[in-house]
């Protein structure tokens, strides 16, 4: 069950079906509106506007699950985006070990 009204926090996130997912860098801080249409898809309107934001089908199912907590909202399969925020794959990767100066 979705909430009717969302929050994009700070983080450029928001919580849709226990993911966090990054939404884009323009959408800091704005309150969303959220509908369930009846072939299940989850729509998401901008509140100050009522403008088109994104869709993603319900259930959501991820192309890949990245390490760490925000999943880029590409990563979810069948999602809409008004903007799509660029997929940066080099930062799926692990970072590398810091190695020690010789001593």
């Known amino acids: 069950m979705l909430p009717v009204e969302l ?14 997912l990054y939404i884009g860098r323009r959408f800091k801080s704005r309150k969303l509106f959220s509908i369930v249409t009846h072939d299940n898809i989850a729509e998401f309107y901008t509140a100050h506007d009522g403008e ?5 089908p319900l259930p959501s199912r991820l192309t890949h699950r990245p ?37």
């Open 7 to 20: 929050e994009i926090n700070r983080h450029r996130t928001v919580a849709v079906c226990s993911y966090s």
């Open 52 to 56: 088109f934001l994104f869709s993603v």
């Open 67 to 103: 390490t760490g907590g925000q999943i880029n909202i590409n990563l979810v399969e069948g999602m809409k985006h008004r903007q799509p925020p660029k997929l940066r794959p080099d930062l799926y990767k692990p970072r590398p070990k810091k190695h020690k100066p010789d001593q």
